[in-house]
Nanobody
């Protein structure tokens, strides 16, 4: 199982980025995918998740209304559209899947929001 996050970068406050998480090695149809983020000196926190069929989504309070998670199981990719970015969104963003009781993480992509 391999996950690869991409799409991070440097953006000004109020700007947008779209993160992608490409997943290989499993049938994506059966798994919830979760985006986490970790800022310097802080714990890794859940940002958003999406159920296997895309019907159920979750957002942390800090991003609800600004971020949108989606998935394309044919393309084997999960997306995180991030709008109205704030400096406090600065972090490394990771995608995650629990496959057969084991945690799999992507390498992470850095998002930096300047004020």
């Amino acid at each position: 199982v391999q996950l690869q996050a991409s799409g991070g970068g440097l953006v000004q406050a109020g700007g947008s980025l779209r993160l992608s998480c490409s997943i290989s090695g499993i049938s994506l149809d059966y798994y919830t995918i979760v985006w986490f983020r970790q800022a310097p000196g802080k714990e890794r926190d859940v940002v958003s998740s999406i159920s296997r069929n895309g019907v159920t989504t979750y957002y942390a309070d800090s991003v609800r209304g600004r971020f949108t998670i989606s998935r394309d199981n044919v393309k084997r990719t999960i997306y995180l559209q991030m709008n109205s970015l704030k400096p406090e969104d600065t972090a490394v963003y990771y995608c995650h899947v629990d496959f057969r009781g084991r945690d799999y993480w992507g390498k992470g992509t850095q998002v930096t929001v300047s004020s």
